[in-house]
């Protein structure tokens, strides 16, 4: 658990451990660089209970803080927590105990609660209904480049995969969970989500997500085209026409970012009649229906819209095309 000026918090996420089922667990906070009294109110848990401990990051910054707290772990099992955030009691049994019966499987999370305000924060909590609906590893694997398919402080994953090849969380301008996830499916890494709610998941107005430039769109979608185009190449789909599906001026700037992987499109598929027929930066424009699948298009669809997303599958299932295998959802 990273902290930083947590102390309104703290309290309720350390009791949620406190109160785990499972009893065989350390609790690491890590302090990240707190101007309140975080440290104290640590310290004054750590007193308590043995099973706390405190640690100090001297390296400032929530990935070097991650790592931090894994260095120090003693269990085979890393449970993710933040400081806003609240366990069900039965959440590390139940993750425990998942890992423990499935030895293919590298990390496994939850659903959660949304604990923010679903009128003000509409499209948080539509995220949050998304991601409780990826259960089946097919889906998150299949989905992983629509947005990030597990709320971080949910998962359990094996302290090997850190120490491994496939890495520890890394620092840069991209969000740390969001990258790891995909570095790590790309390594061969499998995913599960338990069909249970185990977090009540808050959304305050200081949490990172809001206010660190990491976290903005833009930061997503450069670092998921970044895999997403490494994955087109490994499964050498790059060979084949590539089609983006949208054509609106904030869909080809996202989609841009696929060139500048290396990744050149045959044209942009568009439902819009004042776009079709012309011509962006010297490619078509094309209706659905036009789409020629005796050529073996490849689909990117770059489309936000949930509902539109939706429909996109849809229409190109009944193409005949196959998900993962002639088109994929990144948007």
Not at 209 to 232: G, H, Q, T, V
Not at 251 to 271: C, M, P, Q, S
Not at 281 to 286: C, R, Y
Request: net charge positive.
């Amino acid at each position: 658990m990273p902290v930083r000026n947590a102390k309104h918090t703290l309290a309720r996420a350390i009791n949620s451990i406190q109160e785990q089922t499972f009893k065989n667990w350390e609790l690491i906070i890590v302090e990240d660089g707190s101007t309140d009294s975080t440290p104290e109110l640590i310290k004054q848990f750590a007193v308590r209970d043995k099973r706390i401990q405190l640690k100090i990051n001297l390296c400032p910054g929530i990935a070097n803080a991650l790592n931090h707290g894994i260095e120090q772990a003693k269990g085979n099992y890393i449970a993710r927590m933040d400081a806003d955030d609240q366990s069900h009691p039965d959440r590390l049994q139940l993750q425990f105990s998942f890992l423990n019966e499935n030895e293919a499987i590298g990390l496994v999370s939850s659903k959660v609660n949304f604990m923010g305000n679903r009128v003000l924060h509409q499209g948080y909590a539509a995220y949050v209904d998304w991601t409780n609906r990826l259960l089946k590893w097919d889906d998150i694997r299949a989905n992983r480049f629509v947005e990030s398919p597990f709320a971080h402080p949910s998962v359990m994953f094996r302290k090997t995969l850190a120490k491994s090849s496939s890495g520890p969380y890394l620092s840069g301008d991209f969000p740390e969970d969001y990258e790891l996830w995909l570095r790590w499916i790309e390594k061969g890494v499998r995913m599960a989500k338990l069909d249970s709610t185990l977090l009540n998941w808050y959304d305050p107005p200081e949490r990172l997500s809001r206010n660190d430039p990491r976290y903005e769109p833009d930061a997503f979608y450069k670092i998921k085209a970044k895999y997403l185009a490494r994955w087109m190449v490994k499964e050498s789909h790059n060979l084949r026409p590539i089609w983006i599906w949208g054509a609106g001026r904030i869909t080809r700037k996202r989609a841009r970012l696929l060139n500048d992987n290396g990744l050149e499109f045959a044209g942009y598929i568009d439902i819009d009649p004042k776009k079709v027929g012309t011509r962006v930066q010297a490619i078509p424009v094309i209706l659905p229906h036009q789409l020629d699948i005796e050529t073996k298009p490849f689909v990117i669809s770059y489309v936000g819209n949930r509902g539109a997303r939706a429909d996109i599958k849809s229409d190109l299932i009944k193409k005949g095309m196959v998900e993962e295998q002639d088109f994929i959802l990144a948007a």
